[in-house]
Antibody, heavy 126, light 110 residues
Framework: QLQLQESGPGLVKPSETLSLTCTVS??????????WGWIRQPPGKGLEWIGS???????YYNPSLKSRVTISVDTSKNHFSLKLNSVTAADTAVYYC??????????????????WGQGTLVTVSS | QSVLTQPPSVSGAPGQRVTISCTGS?????????VHWYQQLPGTAPKLLIY???NRPSGVPDRFSASKSGTSASLAITGLQAEDEADYYC??????????FGGGTKLTVL
């Protein structure tokens, strides 16, 4: 059974960098059959896509966050990571990592997410 | 404000049928991009309910169905059950080069 687990600091100071890791178990992150993404949800609000990764390193990002986001992968550890710099209180949210099967949509960039981590709350505060 | 518009809330009695709309534009749903639907129970991660406009992943009851026409999509739930009370989100892709979500709809089972 595939499992995804987010990890990282729960509290980040304004202007600093938010760093999270998603560890994948029960499947290989190197598989070309899947894309991997980050999605966030501010408390009491809706979902916002942050960015996705495929082919062990290719990435595409939400244009509204692109200047601040980096997604990278470590295939040897079967995990991928998120870095969001220059954070503000508006970046406070539950951050989810998720898997997207490449065959589940006619658009390779509009894939659905079929497995999600449990999410981790990151609060931006001094 | 979300690019995909959903009603903030819908409600229905047990056994009834409810629908949740997801309205986009010619740059997303109307451009032919697939629509996907999620159910989010309180305090949990979203669960994929429908992918590729109309397809149910294994394990999702056939009480859940979806359709798409023009610039809009719709999720239908028949035989409403108390356990269906949750937030529902649609997802698509936009020509602005972004994955997009609807603002979410809270379903209340009366």
């Amino acid at each position: 059974q595939l499992q995804l687990q987010e990890s990282g600091p729960g509290l980040v100071k304004p202007s600093e960098t938010l760093s999270l890791t998603c560890t994948v178990s029960g499947g290989s992150i190197s598989s070309t059959r899947y894309y991997w993404g980050w999605i966030r949800q501010p408390p009491g609000k809706g979902l916002e896509w942050i960015g996705s990764m495929y082919d062990s390193g290719s990435t595409y990002y939400n244009p509204s966050l692109k200047s601040r986001v980096t997604i990278s992968v470590d295939t040897s550890k079967n995990h991928f990571s998120l870095k969001l710099n220059s954070v503000t209180a508006a970046d406070t949210a539950v951050y989810y990592c998720a898997r997207a099967p490449s065959t589940y949509s006619s658009s390779r960039y509009g894939l659905p997410f079929d497995y999600w981590g449990q999410g981790t709350l990151v609060t931006v505060s001094s | 404000q979300s690019v995909l518009t959903q009603p903030p809330s819908v409600s229905g009695a047990p056994g009834q049928r409810v629908t949740i709309s997801c309205t986009g534009s010619s740059s997303n749903i109307g451009a032919g991009y697939d629509v996907h639907w999620y159910q989010q129970l309180p305090g949990t991660a979203p669960k994929l309910l429908i992918y590729g406009d109309i397809n149910r992943p294994s394990g999702v009851p056939d009480r859940f169905s979806a359709s798409k026409s023009g610039t809009s999509a719709s999720l239908a739930i028949t035989g409403l059950q108390a356990e269906d009370e949750a937030d529902y989100y649609c997802q698509s892709y936009d020509n602005s080069l972004s994955v997009i979500f609807g603002g979410g709809t809270k379903l209340t089972v009366l």
